[in-house]
C-alpha cells in the first residue's frame, strides 16, 4: 500500500492550536493565512485554479507555511506541549519533571518510552533560539553513550523530521508483526 503523503494536519499537537483563530504575529493580528498571502491557494502557490490536485498540492504547501509560522513563534511551553501531545498521540509514555529546579542541572525535559520501539528518548526543548547550556550538553551527551538511548535537543525545525523517524519506526516495528 502507498505510503499516504503527511502533512502537519495529520499531527494531532498542530490541530490543537486552532490554527483557524487569530494569531498575532508581529503585532498584526491577522489570521496566518493572510500574513503569508494565501487567499486562494490555487493560484497564490502555483496550482490550477478550479483542480482538485492543484488545490491539494496547494492547501498542504499553504499548510507547511503556517505550520512552520506557528513553530517558529512558539514558546518552549507550546512546544514542549505540541511535542508532548505529538508523542502521546503515537502511544509513548512521556514522563515531564514538573519542576526543573529540583533536578539536577541539565537534566532533559522529557523522557519517552514506547512499548513496541526498544529506545527511550530524552528530548530538550529549545525555541529556535533558545540556547542549549553547557550542563545540558553535557547531560545529552553522556545519556546518548547508553545503548538504547537517544538524546538530542528538539527545535520547532527538528520536530517534523523527528516525528517521521518515529513513524517510520512505528511502521516498520508493524510490518514486521504482520508477517
Not at 141 to 152: E, T
Request: net charge positive; aromatic share 4%.
Amino acid at each position: 500500500m502507498p505510503r499516504r503523503r503527511r502533512g502537519p494536519s495529520d499531527d494531532p499537537g498542530f490541530r490543537a492550536l486552532g490554527t483557524g483563530q487569530r494569531h498575532s504575529t508581529e503585532g498584526s493580528g491577522r489570521p496566518l493565512g493572510s500574513i503569508v498571502g494565501q487567499k486562494q491557494p490555487g493560484k497564490a502557490l502555483g496550482g490550477v485554479a478550479g483542480s482538485s490536485a492543484g488545490m491539494s498540492e496547494a492547501r498542504e504547501r499553504q499548510e507547511n507555511v503556517i505550520y512552520n509560522i506557528v513553530l517558529a513563534g512558539m514558546t518552549e511551553k507550546r512546544f514542549q506541549a505540541l511535542v508532548r501531545s505529538g508523542l502521546e498521540h503515537r502511544g509513548f509514555v512521556v514522563v515531564v519533571i514538573p519542576d526543573m529546579r529540583r533536578t539536577m542541572a541539565g537534566w532533559p525535559d522529557l523522557f519517552c518510552l514506547h512499548d513496541d520501539i526498544p529506545v527511550l528518548l530524552a528530548l530538550e526543548i529549545k525555541t529556535i533560539t533558545g540556547r542549549v547550556t553547557v550542563a545540558q550538553k553535557s547531560v545529552l551527551k553522556n545519556l546518548a553513550r547508553i545503548p538504547g538511548v537517544r538524546a538530542q535537543v528538539v527545535r520547532p525545525t527538528d520536530w517534523p523530521k523527528l516525528r517521521d523517524e518515529i513513524d517510520e519506526m512505528l511502521s516498520r516495528k508493524e510490518h514486521l508483526t504482520d508477517e
